[in-house]
């Protein structure tokens, strides 16, 4: 039995374009169940939640009485649970995983510490902004110019075979217009994006949570709703609250 609980997030779209994927790949024919976790009213906090993952964050995953946290590690054991190319099972695993640690160690934090100072921190005055947004910006930039020189002239992040690391690397890069971080100085990572984009498992993945016409475009009140949910969770009062 597998249970999935996320959000329509750059964590959360990680797992469900994996689940999709090994469906597309035949790797994946067992039932599981969704369950749309909502950030803005705080069910990451309830009981049942924490219960699953210490870290009240999403997503979170049960398999067989495992409850699995941290995106990048759900990837691998997937990965490793339902055998595709999606994770080389042999030695050219560390091809792959060193890239979903790199993820999941500089873009996902700096990606998502860009985001949140651009478009979360309603209540911080702007010129205590100044610095963070330098810093995370000129950081995030870097990693792009790591990842366009690691996409050189192959298709996938990791040569000609589409696998995880695509997978845990897309859902923050794809943001670039929400997070404000210019990518359109590097063509080979725009035409990976949409190489991405195009896959129908990814296609899929991203739905999950969201209409089918707000996949690429949210809408205004959408992102509305977003930038407040993430000023309540980015505010210092209640993440005290919620964990000391
Ligand atoms: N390192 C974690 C990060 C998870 C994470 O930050 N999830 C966000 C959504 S993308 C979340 O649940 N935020 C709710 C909160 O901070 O209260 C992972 O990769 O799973």
């Known amino acids: 039995m597998m249970e999935l609980w996320t959000s329509p997030t750059p964590n959360g779209w990680k797992v469900s374009i994996m689940l999709e994927e090994l469906i597309e790949a035949g790797a994946l024919t067992d039932e599981f169940e969704v ?3 909502d950030l803005m009213k705080g069910e990451q906090f309830g009981d049942d939640f924490v219960e699953r993952n210490p870290n009240q964050k999403i997503p979170t995953l049960r398999h067989n009485g495992r ?3 941290e995106s990048c590690s759900i990837l691998q054991y997937l990965g490793e649970t339902f055998p595709s190319d999606l994770l080389p099972l042999d030695e050219r ?3 792959v995983i060193p890239w979903v640690y790199w993820q999941a160690a500089n873009v996902g934090p700096v990606f ?4 949140s100072y651009t478009r979360y921190m309603n209540d911080v005055p702007d010129e205590q902004k100044v610095h963070p947004l ?3 910006n000129t950081e995030a930039l870097r990693l792009v110019s790591v990842l366009d020189r690691k996409l050189g002239d192959n ?3 990791c040569g000609n075979g589409f696998t995880i690391a695509d997978i845990a690397l897309y859902p923050w890069i794809r943001g670039w217009k929400w997070s404000k971080v210019n990518i359109t100085t590097k063509p080979r990572v725009m035409e990976w994006v949409d190489r991405v984009r195009a896959r129908p ?3 899929r993945g991203l739905a999950y949570g969201v209409p089918k016409d707000e996949i690429d475009q949210w809408s205004e009140e959408r992102k509305a709703r977003t930038a407040k949910s993430g000023a309540n969770m980015a505010s210092n009062e209640n993440v005290k609250d919620s964990i000391l």
């Open 35 to 37: 369950r749309m976790i």
């Open 67 to 69: 409850d699995l946290i």
């Open 93 to 95: 695993k560390w091809d």
């Open 112 to 115: 998502g510490n860009k985001l």
């Open 134 to 136: 330098e810093r995370f």
């Open 155 to 157: 298709p996938w992040v």
């Open 201 to 203: 498992g990814v296609e």
